[in-house]
């Protein structure tokens, strides 16, 4: 996951999210001389190493006047650069906007990885006050009818201007934004698209305010008997559940995913498995006062109109234009591939269970409720690995030098760890990363374990984005993690997956610190959704590797290496379940696609639940399996940002297997020649180019599916080269 900075942030936040507004007047009140004295955000330049971030000085009191200051500055510049008399141009429009708002973005950066990373009362007060003054800000540049003008006519004069290709990239970019803001929208228009944004934003809170009660108002109050077969900790988790829910000595399952799903697995009761099952697949679906069915059905709607304004078929399209898929049609076709084969392995998958089932003397057909149980019950017959087998080998401290040593020896990087630079927390390092030639490139920020006021989750962000074209500025990147403290005096271990997490964020961190563009707006992770994932996604692979696991997959009291029996387990249970994992994943992914692809005319008046089974129909699912997100409680397309892009998950994934195996054809995980080119039009180049031409360049053609089924194990070809690390992508 990225995290991105204000500015593309808030672009993206705010397509169509609020009323065309009056442009908000600059303030006139110029801050004390003392607060000038004391605000960091007020001072022009940080005295500390590299200009990092004087998180030592900086006080939560200091946000808001900065952020006043910047916003009143921005529109002083926005301003100058609308009503410039001369013939507008490249540089007087373009460069000027890429130019202005500098203490605005930096206040913005600091404050937003606050928000997320290290949160506190004041800070959420001061995001609830500040969130929709900056939203009216940006409308107000991005709606400015002479601004637009300017963009405009350097737009249509692009290709006879005298500029570089990064340059035409750039005015495209800037002339898109301002488009899909709704500023070439008649009065009228816009006016329908406020009122549509508005209506939606009611309709998304009820949407998830209705799921969350379905998911908090059930519960199954069990008795030990019943918990049979749950593990210790599930059962102690389930135990302090029921407390809290007054119903002391009991165990409650919720439907929470961690509850319900090791419930799932583990529960050897069926019928308890049933209720609890048929209780989580019908959330937001009962008929009654908290069914969404009513209001999916009019956010459908309304997105089709609102696209058909934009000049769309649908809302897919709209939502799809700006993306590396272009087309609803192509992620269909992407679907479409990798559907058959992983339908084709969940009911192999269902015939092994059933086979179980019948040998231990079951008289009935596997359904849904029997699925995760009987899925653990193959696995532990066939791989046997727990967590505290597996555990002792991945300390933190070996996989963070583990993610360096593979930016080394990919891209020469060189990472030095700095102990005189101001942090925000004191568990927060930095390091500052060379390149080959002992060139300054810049800082990488590390933000490990979990506590209060972080977010869950990993993620990674910046504090300042590269760019050049007013001389070279160098990135500060941070990675954020969630991982467990551990106890005073012992070595930090992580899950597998969080090894895998490592790797993954470290991926998003170069792509920032490798840039190399002129213009801050091109910069780093600055590119579409299906595209910004592959650069980390491909670091993923290489945990999996015996490579790694040999040289840093040590044992913490032994220091042995793991065992290469234990290797070769692991990197087969990676594929195990895979059809089922899929074939859910897909399912929600048509459902999502099928939903939004209706134009204004069809999107009148749907019967959501029709609409749903026809659209399983039509794929051929099978019941044994739901979507992983069924409609009415489908939170990513239905209440987030995920509408018509839930196949992204599966898009980046063909093209972090298929880039992976561009380095395992060769025999080396590391080739030069790959790497370079990876560098040059992947890592380095920001969004410098189309991300299909960035692709197609680095690799010498388009992408394939087959790496993706190789690796997932649907392909009977025994070939099992490169691994089968799979990431945290699927949500
Ligand atoms: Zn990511």
Redesign the pocket.
């Known amino acids: 996951?990225?995290k991105t900075t204000l500015a593309a942030a808030l672009a993206a936040a705010l397509l169509f999210s609020l009323p065309a507004s009056a442009p908000v007047e600059a303030s006139d009140t110029a801050p004390a001389a003392a607060d000038l004295q004391a605000n960091p955000f007020l001072q022009a330049e940080w005295a500390t190493p590299f200009g990092a971030v004087p998180f030592d000085r900086i006080r939560p009191e200091h946000f808001v006047p900065a952020f006043d200051a910047g916003m009143a500055a921005h529109l002083r510049e926005i301003d100058a650069i609308a009503k410039n008399p001369a013939a507008p141009d490249f540089a007087n429009t373009i460069v000027a906007m890429e130019r202005a708002g500098r203490d605005l973005d930096r206040v913005g950066a600091v404050f937003f990885n606050m928000t997320s990373a290290n949160s506190s009362d004041a800070i959420r007060a001061i995001q609830t006050q500040m969130a929709p003054r900056i939203a009216a800000h940006q409308n107000a540049i991005l709606l400015n009818p002479a601004l637009f003008a300017r963009v405009e006519a350097v737009h249509a004069n692009r290709a006879n201007a005298g500029l570089d290709a990064e340059q035409i990239r750039l005015v495209e970019r800037h002339h898109l934004q301002f488009q899909r803001a709704g500023a070439a929208l008649t009065e009228a228009q816009r006016e329908r698209v406020a009122a549509i944004g508005e209506r939606m934003a009611s309709l998304s809170s009820s949407f998830q305010q209705n799921l969350m009660k379905d998911t908090d108002e059930w519960a199954l109050f069990l008795d030990e008997a019943q918990m049979a077969g749950v593990p210790a900790p599930l059962k102690a988790a389930a135990a302090a559940e029921a407390k809290m829910r007054g119903q002391e000595g009991k165990f409650a399952i919720t439907l929470q995913r961690p509850s319900v799903e090791p419930f799932l697995t583990f529960a050897e009761d069926r019928a308890l498995r049933e209720q609890a099952w048929r209780a989580w697949t019908l959330r937001g679906d009962n008929n009654d006062g908290e069914d969404n069915k009513g209001l999916i059905a009019e956010i459908v709607a309304l997105r089709a109109e609102r696209a058909q304004i934009m000049g769309y078929d649908s809302h897919a399209e709209f939502t799809l234009d700006d993306t590396m898929a272009k087309t609803p049609e192509a992620a269909l076709e992407l679907m479409r591939r990798v559907w058959e084969p992983a339908l084709a392995r969940a009911k192999e998958e269902r015939a092994d269970m059933q086979a179980l089932i019948t040998r231990e003397g079951g008289d009935y057909a596997l359904q849904g409720w029997d699925w995760r149980y009987y899925a653990e019950q193959v696995r532990k017959e066939r791989f046997d690995i727990s967590q505290d087998e597996i555990r002792p080998y991945f300390q933190l401290e070996q996989f963070i030098a583990a993610q360096f040593y593979l930016a080394k020896r990919l891209f020469g990087l060189e990472f030095t760890e700095r102990k005189d630079l101001p942090v925000y927390h004191p568990s927060v390092r930095v390091w500052e990363v060379k390149d080959a030639a002992g060139q300054h490139v810049g800082l990488f920020y590390g933000d490990y374990f979990a506590r209060q006021g972080k977010s869950g989750g990993a993620w990674m962000s910046s504090y300042r984005a590269q760019e050049k074209f007013d001389g070279a500025v160098t990135p500060h990147i941070v990675n954020v993690m969630n991982i467990p403290a551990a106890p005073e005096g012992e070595i930090a271990t992580i899950s597998l997956d969080d090894a895998i997490t490592l790797f993954?964020e470290m991926g998003?961190g170069l792509h920032g610190l490798m840039s190399d563009v002129n213009y801050p707006s091109l910069a780093g992770t600055a590119v579409s959704r299906d595209f910004v994932?592959f650069p980390?996604q491909i670091l993923e692979h290489y945990v999996l590797t015996p490579h790694f696991l040999n040289k840093f997959a040590t044992h913490k009291t032994t220091g042995a290496s793991m065992p290469v029996e234990l290797q070769q387990r692991l990197i087969a249970s990676r594929q195990f379940n895979q059809g089922f994992a899929t074939v859910e994943f897909l399912s929600s992914g048509f459902v999502d696609m099928d939903f939004h692809a209706l134009t204004a005319e069809q999107a009148k008046g749907i019967d959501v639940a029709a609409f749903e089974a026809q659209a399983l129909e039509r794929i051929g699912a099978i019941p044994e399996i739901p979507m992983r997100h069924r409609s009415p409680h489908f939170a990513h397309i239905f209440a987030g940002g995920y509408s018509a892009g839930y196949y992204s998950y599966l898009w980046s994934e063909v093209l972090d297997s298929d880039g992976f195996d561009a380095f395992s054809e060769t025999g080396d995980l590391f080739n030069p020649e790959v790497a370079a080119r990876l560098k040059q039009y992947v890592f380095s180049a920001g969004n410098l180019r189309d991300p299909m031409a960035a692709y197609v360049a680095f690799r010498g053609r388009e992408p394939v599916v087959e790496p993706l089924l190789r690796n997932r194990g649907f392909l009977a070809d025994g070939d099992k080269r490169g691994t089968a690390a799979e990431g945290d992508n699927e949500g």
């Open positions: 996951m990225t993954h998003h994932e980390a």
